[in-house]
């Protein structure tokens, strides 16, 4: 039994080793003050994104937020694979990281391994988001709807830019359905 709960262990020290949660803040930035989740919950369309293995090749890309019965927040992700031409989906759970009010969280896909999801720009009324990752290859624009407001874009990369994200690498996501 206990060489069993040894291995157990030293299993887990090494899957985290190997795949640790990364929840921390990139350099630069600032997670918005006076965050209000419930005025966050519902569908936002993804309008660009820096590109990464889990969002390849998908279009018509949508995030859906609603709470779950133990507080947590639940995370609905879908989008059309334009490759394989059928749609995909991820549902996952975030928690926030230090108060509620702070738009910090982490968010997982795999059981316990969590990536921070940091709103860093948010509209008065939540119409449009601007969403850091763990580090400088995450990065999401969202919107209620399939478009942005030019004005609401330009200043979005311009805070992106500050704080030292690639914008010339962002993908402009499709919504054709």
């Known amino acids: 039994m206990k060489n069993k709960i040894s291995s157990l262990f030293i299993l887990s020290f090494l899957l985290l080793w190997i795949f640790p949660s990364c929840v921390s803040i990139p350099k630069n930035v600032k997670p918005v003050k006076a965050f209000d989740a419930n005025k966050y919950l519902g569908k936002w369309y993804e309008i660009a994104r820096l590109d990464m293995r889990f969002e390849r090749n998908l279009n018509n890309v949508t995030a859906t937020y609603s709470l779950n019965q133990n507080g947590t927040i639940k995370v609905d992700n879908r989008g059309y694979d334009y490759v394989d031409e ?4 991820s ?3 975030a928690k926030f990281i ?5 738009g910090s969280l982490k968010v997982s896909f795999f059981g316990p391994f ?9 509209d008065d009324q939540y119409q449009y988001a601007l969403v850091a990752g763990s580090n400088q290859k995450y990065l999401w624009i969202l919107s209620r709807t399939k478009e942005i407001p030019e004005n609401v874009k330009l200043d979005y990369l311009k805070i992106a830019q500050k704080m030292g994200y690639n914008t010339d690498a962002l993908i402009w996501v499709e919504h054709n359905q």
């Open 98 to 102: 230090e108060g509620k009010d702070l």
């Open 91 to 93: 549902v996952g759970k």
């Open 86 to 89: 059928k749609w995909k989906q």
């Open 114 to 122: 969590y990536a921070g999801y940091h709103v860093v720009a948010l």
